[in-house]
Nanobody, 128 residues
Framework: QVQLVESGGGSVQAGGSLRLSCAVF????????MAWFRQAPGKERERVAG???????TYENSVKDRFTISKDSAKNTLYLQMSSLKPEDTAMYYC??????????????????????WGQGTQVTVSS
């Protein structure tokens, strides 16, 4: 069974740092797409950062200079280093994984709207 287990969430003051981890069990596609999403109460879920099988990364604009997504492929583990945290970053953070999709014309790509495997989430709370 595929299982994603997040850890590292907690409560910090504004300006602090946290590192989230996501261990993936039972799933190791040849071209993995992995991402961090977050959802705050009353707001839509949004992709915070993503990383492709080739190491390419994408970031939501509000976090691109403060967060860093990385992975350890050998350990099948995803990380999100968060620095200079703001109260606006308060949310439940979810790890997600999927295999790259393939199009005859476009080739392989990560589809941000079609992650099939999800963790249960880890809460990040940033106080002012």
């Amino acid at each position: 069974q595929v299982q994603l287990v997040e850890s590292g969430g907690g409560s910090v003051q504004a300006g602090g740092s946290l590192r989230l981890s996501c261990a993936v069990f039972g799933y190791s596609p040849s071209r993995p797409c992995m991402a961090w999403f977050r959802q705050a109460p009353g707001k839509e879920r949004e992709r915070v950062a993503g990383i492709g099988w080739d190491g390419s990364t994408t970031y939501e604009n509000s976090v691109k200079d403060r967060f860093t997504i990385s992975k350890d492929s050998a350990k099948n583990t995803l990380y999100l280093q968060m620095s200079s945290l703001k109260p606006e970053d308060t949310a439940m953070y979810y790890c997600a994984a999927d295999s790259a999709r393939y199009g005859f014309i476009s080739g392989y790509f990560c589809d941000p709207g079609n992650y099939n495997y999800w963790g249960q989430g880890t809460q990040v709370t940033v106080s002012s």
